[in-house]
C-alpha cells in the first residue's frame, strides 16, 4: 500500500517559483507512475504532469509544458514538481496520485486520466498573485 503526502505549497508572486514534493511511503513505490493534478475554486480536477516508474518517461498539460518540471528519486521515495514562471491562473489546490498500473509507460499524454490513479495526497495550495 502507497501513501502520498504532498508539501511545498504557499504564496507566491507571479513569474515566481515553487518546488512541489510527493513523499511516499509504501515498498512498492518504485513500480508505479505518480501523477501531479490540481484543481481551482469552482473547476474540475485537471492532469497537470506524470513521471513513469523509472522517471524515463515524462509528461505534461499544454498549458505547463515549459515552465514545470517532474522528477522523481526512487531511493527517497519522492517525486517533485518544480514550478517557474508561475501565472496567477496556476493557482490551485495541487495533489500527486499514484498510478494503478505497475510498470506502464503511456504512449501520449492524452492517455493519461484521473480514473487511472488510486491513492492520493490530502493536497497543497499554491497560490499565485498576479
Known amino acids: 500500500q502507497v501513501q502520498l503526502a504532498e508539501s511545498g505549497g504557499g504564496l507566491v508572486q507571479a513569474g515566481g517559483s515553487l518546488r512541489l514534493s510527493c513523499a511516499a511511503t509504501g515498498r512498492t513505490f518504485g513500480a508505479y507512475g505518480i501523477g501531479w493534478f490540481r484543481q481551482a475554486p469552482g473547476k474540475e480536477r485537471e492532469f497537470v504532469s506524470f513521471v513513469s516508474w523509472s522517471g524515463g518517461g515524462t509528461y505534461y498539460a499544454d498549458s505547463v509544458k515549459g515552465r514545470f518540471t517532474i522528477s522523481r528519486d526512487n531511493a527517497k521515495n519522492a517525486v517533485n514538481l518544480q514550478m517557474n514562471s508561475l501565472k496567477a491562473e496556476d493557482t490551485a489546490v495541487y495533489y500527486c496520485?499514484?498510478?494503478?498500473?505497475?510498470?506502464?509507460?503511456?504512449?501520449?499524454?492524452?492517455?493519461?486520466?484521473?480514473?487511472?490513479?488510486?491513492?492520493w495526497g490530502q493536497g497543497t495550495q499554491v497560490t499565485v498573485s498576479s
Open positions: 496520485a499514484k498510478d494503478r498500473i505497475k510498470w506502464r509507460l503511456p504512449a501520449q499524454t492524452m492517455d493519461i486520466t484521473l480514473p487511472d490513479f488510486d491513492s
